[in-house]
């Protein structure tokens, strides 16, 4: 072992059981546990062959739109008065929010395990949207489990998967999100073991799901670092991100982890406060727990039953994070903050209004936290706000918040 | 060192018939009712008992366990008054097995060393968890083991000859043979199939084999029990409790009744198992 140890390294988990520390790990039924093990063996073939990133990159860049934008928001710069800030663009990205970075990963996965059918899970819809996309581009059948209060509060991504060809099963158990969904998903992939992809969205689950679906996100910080070095040559002093699952914060903060000079932080969602139950704020208010196949921090009462929270963002309402977040929040490396619904309300429509760009719900939270500080901030720092998703999907959600009728 | 498990076990080898193991949720619809359900299981010929620890997110169950555990759930049940359940039982009988079943969130907050305690003095033999795989055994199953409680393992059609030994390492009891890849309560897998896992099991392990998901009635634990040395029935007996209760969940008929009747069903069925094998 001539491989000097790397002590002061945050980015080099999981270890070889799938566990960030404490967290992580591969609690799941043994009928999937001989098809988890595959897929790691797969994946870890899978990455170092060039022929699969080749392909990878070829689509990410024809199809998906690849590289995103980092683009100077000066509007919003102006409007705060502080440090100058910018928005990597995931928006931009086809089909509308960075979880296509994950779908091509590993719909390219799934077609060379030789996979017949694609299930999926999804909140706000842009997950399950990105992999209907995928499973019609690869010609895959598809069924999508989505929660029956998110199928009434994101209806026009659930007509884009039913256009795109998937199915889209509402589920009804619990509060009818995310987690719910995931329940059902994981249902499915039990009974259909022999045939199915279980094309999971976030960087959550079992391993090796928080380390793959990170890898295929983290294309979006080694983007911004490099477009930051270019821009303004030096790195940003603060960079900021939605967390709910946390994929599309854990693929901007990976490859800077290690950049110690660069302050982190993560959003979750506060929803109507973390006095009551109502907000999602599972990293500020919850505790070590086990749920869908890793231990991670979850929000649940004394007897370990889960609870369902609330945010007016599907995308955020779900009651756990993924196990490499809650590492580095008790390692104290990523600091998590929680935004209350009507703060990213407030953002939403600033953006729009300074910028002209309609943000996710979910990105919202991360701009939300950003016109907190940037304004205390000096004019020559620089902050990079994840903008992970574009809003068109939330317009009725957020219409409806504002008494209107569309 | 033996348990209850064993014992039992051992007795029905010797009787030459397999075991009826009868699966009820903790405190579904609610407390009383639910001892008084547990109460009359060995009295209409249930050999062991797998009480289930009610879970806000049983990823591994169809709807009717769902169901029944959002019963007990909202009817106040939580871990600790599922383990005082079982030590009121054990009050009453001292032989018949009590194996708990359910998922590992409720026992890691409980905290495992403090929950192995309590099981144990509330009488427990031995755990089926789940989202416990052997890759987690460092968790619970080495802590059980130590402590004296069976950890018994579920063995699924995925699990091929190769992976076979290491979900047998560390298993005690009995093997939980899952009759198909699925949730809880779907139909039934081709008989000759599960025969044949049965067998292969059985060529890696001196346990007893007990099989389990789909099976309904008496029929199908008779023809299951030709081969397996226990038949492990749940979504049925969830469903005859489920059944009398109304609309509001006020009872129509007595659920304790209802379930003895049918557990004696199939503890029939159990019983002619060997002897139509036989002929």
């Known amino acids: 072992m001539n491989k000097p140890a790397m002590p002061n390294s945050f980015r080099t988990g999981p270890d070889e059981q799938g566990m960030f520390g404490i967290f992580g790990g591969r609690f799941v039924a043994e009928t999937l546990m001989p098809l988890i093990l595959d897929l790691e063996e797969q994946w870890n073939h899978a990455k170092n062959d060039p022929e699969f990133k080749a392909e990878l ?12 934008k980092l683009y100077f928001a000066e509007g919003l710069t102006k409007h705060l008065g ?91 158990a619990g509060h009818g999100t995310l987690k719910d969904a995931m329940n059902e998903a994981l249902r499915d992939w039990v009974t259909n073991v022999e045939d199915t992809y279980y094309l999971i969205g976030t960087a959550a689950g079992p391993h090796p799901y928080p380390e793959m679906v990170r890898d295929f996100q983290s294309v979006i910080g080694s983007e911004a670092r490099a477009q930051m070095l270019e821009q303004e040559g030096r790195l940003p002093d603060v960079i900021i991100a939605a967390v709910g699952g946390g994929s599309n914060a854990i693929g901007l903060f990976h490859p800077f982890l290690d950049d110690k000079e660069v302050r982190i932080i993560g959003i979750e ?23 869908h196949g890793n231990r991670t921090y979850l929000l649940q009462n004394a007897d370990g039953q889960i609870l369902d929270g609330h945010s007016i963002s599907a995308g ?26 009507d703060e990213a309300l407030e953002a939403f429509q600033l953006t729009t209004r ?19 500080i940037v304004p205390k901030m000096d004019k020559d720092q620089l902050v990079i706000v994840n903008l992970s998703g574009r809003g068109d999907k939330d317009v009725h959600t957020v219409a409806k918040m504002l008494g209107m009728e569309i | 060192m033996t348990t209850r498990i064993d014992r039992r076990m051992a007795k029905l080898k010797a009787e030459g018939r397999p075991a009826l193991v009868t699966y009820i949720m903790g405190g579904d619809p609610d407390y009383e009712t639910s001892l008084s359900i547990m109460k009359a299981l060995p009295v209409s010929g249930s050999d062991v008992i797998e009480l289930g620890m009610p879970f806000s997110d049983p990823m ?109 390492e560390n298993t005690s009891g009995f093997v939980y043979y899952v009759s198909m890849t699925g949730i809880t309560g ?94």
């Not at chain 1, 939270?365 to 950003?370: D, K, N, P």
């Not at chain 2, 009717?64 to 009453?92: C, D, H, V, W, Y």
């Not at chain 2, 199939?193 to 634990?221: N, Y």
């Open chain 1, 82 to 172: 502080g440090a100058k800030v910018y928005f990597k663009r995931e928006d931009l990205n086809h089909t509308g929010s960075h979880k296509i970075n994950n779908c091509l990963g590993q719909i390219l996965l799934a077609k060379r395990m030789g996979k017949k059918r694609i299930i999926a899970e999804t909140g706000a819809g842009q997950h399950g949207v990105a992999s209907a996309t995928v499973a019609a581009r690869f010609g895959y059948p598809c069924v999508v489990y989505m929660g029956a209060t998110d199928v009434a509060r994101q209806s026009p991504n659930v007509f884009r998967m039913k256009l795109l060809g998937a199915e889209v099963r509402p589920v009804t």
């Open chain 2, 186 to 279: 779907s139909a039934l897998a081709d008989t000759a199939k599960v025969s044949a896992a049965v067998t292969r099991i059985k060529g890696h392990t001196a346990l007893p084999v007990c099989v389990g998901f789909g099976v309904k009635t008496a029929e199908q634990a008779r023809v299951i029990g030709a081969s397996a040395d226990g038949v492990v029935v749940g979504t049925a007996i969830v469903n005859a409790v489920a059944n009398v209760l109304g609309p509001k969940g006020e009872k129509t008929a007595d659920p304790a009744e209802a379930v003895a009747t049918l557990v004696s069903g199939l503890a029939q069925g159990v019983r002619s198992a060997r002897l139509a094998a036989a002929e």
């Open chain 2, 60 to 168: 591994a169950d169809g709807p009717a366990i769902q169901a029944a555990g959002l019963r007990a759930l909202k009817g106040g049940q939580t871990l600790a008054r599922t383990l005082k359940m079982a030590s009121e039982f054990r009050a009453g009988d001292d032989e018949t097995p009590i194996v708990l079943m359910g998922y590992y969130n409720p026992i890691y907050i409980y905290g495992v060393d403090r929950f192995l305690a309590d099981a144990k003095a509330s009488g427990i033999d031995g755990l089926i968890v789940v989202d416990l795989p052997p890759e987690m055994d460092e968790e619970l199953c080495i802590p059980a083991l130590k402590a004296g409680v069976n950890f018994i393992r579920l063995a699924t059609p995925t699990t091929d000859d190769k992976r076979l030994p290491k979900v047998l």
């Open chain 1, 57 to 68: 990159q070829n689509l990410s860049t024809h199809y998906a739109g690849r590289p995103s």
């Open chain 1, 269 to 291: 969602a506060g929803g109507r406060g973390l006095d009551g139950v109502e907000h999602c704020a599972s990293m500020n208010a919850g505790r070590p727990g086990v749920l």
């Open chain 1, 316 to 341: 955020l309402d779900y009651p756990g994070v993924g196990p490499e977040h809650s590492w580095l929040r008790d390692s104290g490396r990523v600091r998590y903050e929680p935004i209350l619904d």
């Open chain 1, 354 to 372: 300074v910028e002209g760009i309609i943000p996710a719900l979910e990105s919202a939270h991360a701009i939300a936290h950003a016109m907190k």
